[in-house]
DNA sequence: GTTCCGCATGAATCGATAG
DNA sequence: ACTATCGATTCATGCGGAA
């Protein structure tokens, strides 16, 4: 059995990931801290800084990912002033500018999204994942995620005729028709682009700022075994949990040296608990 | 009774829409022509010059909207060569430098999606409901669109016993109990701006971008009886029939006369079926 | 009057082939 | 090399006729 290891690291990410080998990691999940000018952690980056801010440790991260690896940037821009900010858009445009690909956004639609009531708006029940690769050939294990078909094939696919199973795409090309007998053992279809996923509630004082459900459908899709995943905003350590749990080695680095603290005892439990007989 | 009317003029909108007074429209909800797409009946705009195509079409869009309206621009990028293009969040930018305010993104959540598989993304199952302002007083109207709250009370009632039915009903003997009557009043809850709706892909005529729901949704919340709403890429109609239905004023434009055609068609039969005894 | 079932369709995207 | 066209792939839904 090949050895997983979990390396978790305390400081500014920009310095830290220098140290690293150019394409060395397959995967990057993370959720930076969002642009805003009130709170103080991470200094508050201000909206009109924030790609100024980002893009130094971006290209250090084009430069370890490899080739075939993918960049999952979870983000969403806030609101100020009535207004929705600009920075994640100009984002967009300043990666793909640095070198990047901008292969796709997934809406990860929150289900149990933060309450309240404005008199502008309605509640944000959506964040941006958007992926970035650095080439056209990265891989993507498509079938690991795979999600349980649609009820309507319950009370429709059941039970077809003989001729219908028989039946080409002779009369309108539609393709639906053309391998009907294969819809009759599918049970599985592939996802879409919108995750629907619900938000962490824990009432611990650092709490989750995404449900283990997200990083782990990316490391499914994104990844297979003993490959390695980073987390430069690591916070309480979700991504790192899931790819330890996963079997993936891990990187994660954080500059708040107690959510360090923190994820290291809990990882090296997780190391008692499956070294445990 | 106040009458309500529906203008449906045929021509290039850009041109058409000079003729309209200033800030006389309290809601425009449109889908143009997506870029590359509907090469036969729109000419395909490149995406390259997708921005400077829009531009003089929403300025005048801005001038004729009152300080109180509403911009609601559906549309997506297409993905090509591995990519998704980024006219989208070009224009998103060029429409704020242009005086328009970014209020707020909605996501229209296709459920089903066009279907397809591909090595490098999955199938997209979401659309931008972008919303743009010209000022921060703009009126919503968030009752209308409250909606049904979810399983907690629909769970809560359904588990009620008998004995409890009969009992809230001796109390009160009105049909209701006096406590699920009160569940009842409580029974609706504000949306999110995650919006899920059905394509449209019926067997009928000409089909629609986007079924009914969607122009009712947003007519609900930005407007009242006897405001005006505009469609300047009208297509099948679908905007100004609900409009008409929902007792606004409507104003529809559309390059095609053919669509024109049958637009003016489908709104006199309205009206006959409205009118007769 | 329901429920069931056949059928067509949809702002899709990629890769190969042809001009 | 660059563009236009075509085939292959895939899934949830509304409509209408039948049971």
């Known amino acids: 059995m090949k050895e997983i290891k979990s390396q978790i690291l305390s400081g500014d990410c920009k310095e830290i990931l220098k140290k690293f080998d150019d394409n060395s990691i ?35 991260l084009l430069r370890l990912l490899k080739p075939t690896g993918t960049f999952i940037l979870n983000i969403k821009e806030k609101a100020e002033d009535g207004e929705r900010h600009t920075y994640v858009i100009e984002l967009i445009l300043a990666l793909r500018k640095q070198g990047w690909l901008w292969t796709e956004e997934f809406i990860w639609h929150k289900k149990n999204c933060y309450p309240g009531k404005w008199p502008n708006r309605f509640r944000d029940a959506w964040e941006r994942c958007i992926q970035f690769n650095k080439t056209r050939n990265f891989n993507m294990y498509q079938e690991e995620v795979m999600l349980p078909i649609g009820d309507w094939t319950n009370g429709r696919l059941k039970n077809l005729s003989e ?14 028709g053309k391998n009907i007998s294969n819809w009759l053992k599918r049970d ?41 995943v980073l987390d430069p905003f690591m916070g309480s350590g979700t991504t790192l949990k899931v790819a330890k749990r996963m079997k993936r080695n891990s990187i994660g680095i954080d500059i708040q040296s107690e959510y360090v603290t923190m994820v290291k005892k809990e990882i090296q439990e997780t190391e008692l608990i499956l070294f445990e007989p």
Chains 1, 2 share one sequence.
């Open 188 to 228: 599985k279809v592939y996802p879409t682009n919108v995750l629907h996923f619900a938000t962490v509630c824990n009432n611990k004082n650092h709490s989750a700022v995404f449900p283990e459900g997200l990083p782990e459908w990316f490391i499914k899709l994104f990844t297979k075994e003993s490959d390695t």
């Open 163 to 176: 001729t219908d199973k028989i039946r080409d795409n002779s009369k309108s090309g539609s393709g639906f």
């Open 26 to 60: 397959d995967l990057i999940v993370t959720s930076p801290p969002y642009a805003d000018r009130r709170k103080n952690t991470y200094g508050g980056i201000k909206p009109e800084m924030y790609v100024e801010w980002f893009l130094p440790i971006s290209n250090e």
